[in-house]
């Protein structure tokens, strides 16, 4: 496991006593996290909006583990890609609407840091991760079904990307951010699909990138598609066809 300097430094010292306890979210793109901002915004009774939106992993970390989160969503972060995440519906909350959010990635994650944390977790975050963003709270039942049909009406999936899992104090209403976690590794374009390179000059290079493609291939744990080729990431091949090169998944 390799730590950052702010790791390294919390191995040697303390931190002050808090009692605050520690909240966990992951944060959006940006054109996302506006978007979801702005409907908030608009929806969430302006006497209780003290926060902008955002989609909460862990809801209460002891105060103590300070140090210990630090550290491990640290080495989270610098040995994982941001996470594949969709927004794949839109669901009612009785008095208010959130927006669901389907990401296996971002589950296995949080499931790791739930595994360090396992002794120490409330009831609330023991119980099953149902991954949501909330744009609309504590109105009335009318209201929310008023929005939900709003939303639902127009909606389509997306996806979104995960920049930064962030470690918060809650502060009795506005929380205070202690670090944001940005991750580290690349993401690799899964299930993209790179077509019709009309210039020629792919063909020209076919050989020679189809086996530099195989090496990263194998280096990062990828499985790789090249239309033409009969195995997912053969050495030797004269003859491929790389109209299209389609990224499987990642290791």
Known sequence: MIFSELGQDLMHRSLPADTRPLIVTARLDPV?????????QQHFPPERNHLAAHLTMFHALPADAIEDANLLLTDVTDRNPSPDAEVCEVRSLGNGVAFTICSGDLERLREEIASAFRKRLTRQDSQRWRPHI???NKV??????EL?????GSFEPWTVSVESLDLWYYDRGPWKLVRRFGFKVPQW???QRWTGYASGMLEHLGPVLGRQLCRLCL?????LRIKGWRRSCPSRNQNADFSEIVFLSGG
């Open 189 to 191: 374009p899964r299930g």
């Open 219 to 223: 280096q990062a744990s990828l499985r």
């Open 134 to 136: 909330t744009v609309q």
């Open 32 to 40: 996302s996290q506006t978007y979801f901002d702005e409907l908030r």
């Open 148 to 152: 939900l049909k709003v939303l639902t």
């Open 140 to 145: 009335r039942p009318e209201n929310a079904r």
